[in-house]
């Protein structure tokens, strides 16, 4: 007797305890939500392509809060707050692709050896990108990451950061190409950046 009084009352406080815990976090449930959202829509916007000397420069304004939510996935709740900290921020991609899928960091494009191709990408190159916003501001990139694919992408790509960009500006890119020598490029962005 004692044992079944003993099951019943197990099973009550299981039973109790499960539907307790079945609440659905709402935040979370709406993080994911957007997460999910904007896979769906891609998390590239505003793509710019110019094709010159059989080089494809493609560059593309990542949105913010996207990006924030991407690198902290596992800590979705944080997203709004480094959002507001970090809105003057701007993150630009830009790809190089040869029409032939050739790898541009051979001697025959940059006239530099691989090794200081690389090294040009990975530090140098920020040098030559500046943003002019639509209130007329020139602001100059802050940092860079190149993105060492080993050969296995037959495209170059770097992220550009600039900072203290009002959200609600337009941006232009510049491009002075040191590198592959093909002169001046302008990538207009006539959209303000998607927010979530």
Request: charged share 25%; aromatic share 14%.
């Given at each position: 007797?004692?044992?079944?009084?003993f099951?019943?009352?197990?099973?009550?406080?299981?039973?109790?305890?499960?539907?307790?815990?079945?609440?659905?976090?709402?935040?979370?449930?709406?993080?994911?939500?957007?997460?999910?959202?904007?896979?769906?829509q891609?998390?590239?916007?505003?793509?710019?392509n110019?094709?010159?000397?059989?080089?494809?420069?493609?560059?593309?304004?990542?949105?913010?809060?996207?990006?924030?939510?991407?690198?902290?996935?596992d800590?979705?709740?944080?997203?709004?707050?480094?959002?507001?900290?970090?809105?003057?921020?701007?993150?630009?991609?830009?790809?190089?692709?040869h029409?032939e899928?050739?790898?541009l960091?051979?001697?025959?494009?940059?006239n530099?050896?691989?090794?200081?191709?690389?090294?040009?990408?990975?530090?140098?190159?920020?040098?030559?990108?500046?943003?002019?916003?639509?209130?007329n501001?020139?602001?100059?990139?802050?940092?860079?990451?190149?993105?060492r694919?080993?050969k296995?992408?037959?495209?170059?790509?770097?992220?550009?950061?600039?900072?203290?960009?009002?959200?609600?500006?337009?941006?232009?890119?510049i491009?002075?190409?040191?590198?592959?020598?093909?002169?001046?490029?302008?990538?207009n962005?006539?959209?303000?950046?998607?927010?979530l």
């Amino acid at each position: 007797m004692l044992k079944k009084h003993f099951f019943a009352s197990s099973i009550a406080i299981i039973l109790t305890l499960s539907f307790t815990n079945c609440k659905p976090d709402t935040k979370n449930i709406n993080k994911d939500y957007k997460f999910y959202n904007l896979q769906q829509q891609g998390w590239k916007s505003k793509r710019v392509n110019t094709f010159i000397e059989d080089i494809n420069y493609t560059a593309t304004e990542v949105p913010l809060q996207y990006y924030i939510l991407k690198n902290n996935q596992d800590n979705p709740q944080i997203v709004d707050s480094l959002y507001t900290l970090n809105n003057k921020e701007r993150v630009v991609e830009i790809e190089f692709e040869h029409s032939e899928q050739k790898d541009l960091l051979k001697q025959e494009f940059t006239n530099r050896n691989y090794e200081d191709a690389v090294k040009y990408m990975a530090f140098t190159i920020e040098q030559d990108f500046t943003v002019v916003t639509s209130s007329n501001d020139t602001i100059k990139c802050s940092g860079v990451n190149f993105e060492r694919n080993f050969k296995v992408a037959p495209f170059k790509r770097v992220l550009l950061y600039f900072n203290d960009i009002n959200p609600e500006d337009n941006i232009k890119l510049i491009y002075k190409d040191q590198l592959f020598g093909n002169g001046t490029m302008e990538f207009n962005f006539n959209e303000i950046p998607i927010k979530l």
